[in-house]
Nanobody
Framework: QVQLVESGGGLVQPGGSLRLSCAAS????????MGWYRQAPGGPRELVAT???????NYADSVKGRFTISRDGAENTVHLTMDSLKPEDTAVYYC????????????WGQGTQVTVSS
């Protein structure tokens, strides 16, 4: 069974930084894409950033220039470095993974809370 486990969430003051990490287990191939989504209270789940095996990255406009997504070489591990955090970044952040074989299969982590508040 494939599992994505996030770590690194917490409480930070506005202008501060956090680094989220996610590691996938239970899969013996490299995920085609990994990334992060977030969901604020009462809001929809929205894309934060994704990265694919061919190096294509995609960021939400609201985080461009502040957040950086990265993967660990050939591993199914992805990180999100978040700088200049704002209160509106407060949300549950979910790790995402996509495998492409005969069909596309998507995986989600359980989520980690990020709270930006003074």
């Amino acid at each position: 069974q494939v599992q994505l486990v996030e770590s690194g969430g917490g409480l930070v003051q506005p202008g501060g930084s956090l680094r989220l990490s996610c590691a996938a287990s239970g899969i013996n191939l490299r995920l085609n894409a990994m990334g992060w989504y977030r969901q604020a209270p009462g809001g929809p789940r929205e894309l934060v950033a994704t990265t694919t095996n061919n190096g294509i990255t995609n960021y939400a406009d609201s985080v461009k220039g502040r957040f950086t997504i990265s993967r660990d070489g050939a591993e199914n591990t992805v990180h999100l470095t978040m700088d200049s955090l704002k209160p509106e970044d407060t949300a549950v952040y979910y790790c995402y993974g996509r495998a492409v074989l005969i069909r596309v299969t998507e995986y989600w982590g359980q989520g980690t809370q990020v709270t930006v508040s003074s």
